[in-house]
């Protein structure tokens, strides 16, 4: 049981650069999110998901799509990278209670 | 809108003193859920304790406790018996019942700092 893995750890990018940010869940949970954290600022979330084939925007979903064509996995993906984005990425998924969000180990991005 | 408030950015104890941090939230749900997550420099975030709004009786997890006031809107975290192992970002957070409460809210963090 892995619970929530994320693909890559770390990752630069220059400006303009697009990639995708993978993430996977093995506990069958409806709820998958996406956060950026940033210092002094907590975690926001950017998008998340409520099942699969659905996804909605967070509070700062600017410059970013989601896909969640497999129940157990939720992508995150930048198409033109910008210096603002330089940030550290979790996915974090949950039941429908969200009793408790379990977190992957996050991606550090770093744009140039 | 609901909203996360952690007014203390920084904290330092002696190791085995007691430390609290604070939280306080804003909300018009009478049911929810609080968390605490710790996050050590490994960057995990871990849970550490979580409250049910319709418990009164506080959460307790081994050397974590919590002080709930639901009136005050109020959920902060006492470490007892401090370890250097709880160096870490600490962060509350708040998740609501409803269709459109069903988002974390995390407040700003609180780093802890405990002192040989």
């Known amino acids: 049981n892995a619970g929530v893995t994320q693909t890559p750890k770390f990752r630069v990018l220059k400006t303009g650069q697009s990639m995708t940010l993978l993430c996977a869940q093995d506990?069958?949970?409806?709820?998958m999110y996406w956060y950026r954290q940033d210092p002094g600022m907590g975690l926001r979330l950017i998008h998340y998901?409520?099942?699969?084939?659905?996804?909605a925007k967070g509070e700062v979903p600017d410059g970013y799509n989601v896909s969640r064509l497999k129940k157990q996995n939720f992508l995150l993906g930048l198409e033109s990278a910008a210096p603002s984005q330089t940030s550290v990425y979790f996915c974090?998924?949950?039941?429908?209670?969200?009793?408790?969000?379990?977190f992957g180990p996050g991606t550090r991005l770093t744009v140039l | 809108a609901q909203t996360v408030t952690q007014s203390q950015p920084e904290m330092s104890v002696q190791e085995a003193e007691t430390v609290t941090l604070s939280c306080t939230y804003d909300?018009?749900?009478?049911?929810?859920?609080l968390f605490w997550y710790k996050q050590p420099p490994s960057r995990q975030m871990i849970l550490v304790i979580r409250?049910?709004?319709?418990?009164?009786q506080n959460a307790t997890e081994n050397r974590f406790s919590v002080n709930f006031q639901k009136a005050a809107k109020s959920f902060s975290l006492k470490i007892s018996d401090s370890q250097l192992g709880d160096t870490a970002m600490y962060f509350c957070?708040?998740?609501?019942?409803?269709?459109?409460?069903?988002?974390?809210?995390f407040g700003t963090g609180t780093r802890l700092k405990v002192l040989a």
């Open positions: 974090a998924s949950s039941t429908p209670r969200r009793e408790e969000q379990f």
């Open positions: 506990m069958n949970h409806e709820y």
């Open positions: 998901s409520v099942g699969e084939g659905t996804t």
């Open positions: 909300t018009s749900e009478s049911n929810y859920y």
């Open positions: 409250q049910e709004a319709y418990k009164q």
């Open positions: 957070a708040f998740s609501g019942p409803s269709v459109l409460t069903y988002k974390y809210i």
